[in-house]
């Protein structure tokens, strides 16, 4: 299973905020914003201060899904 963060984006774009502007109000570093572009994942901390940020819910930003496999 990989980590998926569209819906953060897709709220970013709703909320009219950028990645810079949730950083920092977020205070999580640049270096989480980069593995989550890269749908790496990060630590339950960083999300949560995300979360908090934009007063949601972890389900509201990330969602695991399923690895293609080729048979």
């Not at 109000?25 to 960083?46: D, F, H, R, T, W």
């Amino acid at each position: 299973m990989s980590v998926c963060y569209d819906k953060l984006w897709k709220m970013l774009i709703d909320k009219r905020m950028n990645r810079t502007v949730l950083k920092d109000k977020a205070g999580i570093s640049y270096n989480v914003l980069a593995k989550m572009g890269k749908e790496e994942p990060v630590s339950l901390e960083s999300l949560h201060k995300i979360c908090k940020t934009l007063r949601c819910d972890i389900g509201d930003i990330m969602e695991f899904v399923d690895d293609k496999i080729d048979v």
